[in-house]
């Protein structure tokens, strides 16, 4: 399976921009870039996904370098809720999404 | 659509006994997942389904430990003779997709905390 690395904890200011990085540099050519987060008590939550190309939703951004080694998820304007554990996970034609850690984001009033 | 629905949110039983968890996926979804997670970890996987089969069981999952997903709709995990190692929050996921994609989307339930005294 295809390992991540990201800091254990990041700090950002209440609204904010947040850059939050994760590497990469065994990733296939099939693996899909996930990041999910977690707010305390909860289940984690879906936040994103790309292959390729740099990608947009409501929630946030995801930049994925030229040579897929590396992504970073930004958060364009941080809030109290978006303190959480922040997952970066590959995933490819199989079922298994393999977390690691994450970067404990906390975001300052 | 609520979701995905796990029962009960907590357990607290004695080393020994057994429990069960019953997750209820999105209804449409084809694909069921359980993890479990410890404080300060991240989610580790434990089985999969795609509908009603169980395609596989990490080697975390002991002897004591059982799966189901009869008809392919809920699931149910099991832990036999519970043991205080057992503590933990069992997350059960479910996703609509095919065998081919990595781009399938994980929806998590809340999770079901069990602490074994």
């Known amino acids: 399976d295809a390992k991540t690395t990201q800091p254990n904890s990041m700090e950002s200011n209440e609204e904010e921009p947040v850059h939050l990085p994760c590497n990469h540099s065994t990733i296939s050519g099939t693996d899909y870039i996930h990041w999910y987060r977690q707010l305390p008590s909860q289940g984690p939550e879906y936040v994103i996904h790309g292959l390729t190309s740099n990608v947009n939703n409501r929630m946030a951004s995801l930049a994925i370098a030229e040579d897929r080694k590396s992504s970073t998820l930004i958060l364009h304007r941080a809030t109290l809720r978006d303190a959480a554990v922040y997952y970066c996970i590959l995933t490819s034609g199989t079922y298994k999404y393999i977390f690691g850690t994450g970067t404990r984001l906390k975001v300052l009033a | 659509d609520t979701g995905v629905s796990q029962d009960p949110r907590h357990k607290i039983t004695k080393r020994g006994q057994n429990v069960t968890f019953r997750c209820d996926p999105i209804?449409?979804?084809?694909?069921l997942y359980w993890y479990r997670q410890t404080l300060g970890q991240g989610p580790e996987f434990l089985t999969y389904?795609?509908?009603?089969?169980?395609?596989?069981k990490s080697r975390l999952l002991s002897d004591r430990f059982s799966a189901e997903r009869p008809k392919g709709s809920f699931s149910t995990l099991e832990i036999q003779r519970t043991e205080q190692g057992d503590s933990a929050m069992y997350l059960c996921a479910s996703s609509l997709g095919d065998r081919s994609s990595g781009a399938n989307v994980l929806t998590f339930g809340a999770g079901s905390r069990l602490t074994v005294l």
């Open positions: 209804s449409e979804h084809n694909r």
């Open positions: 389904f795609q509908n009603e089969a169980q395609l596989e």
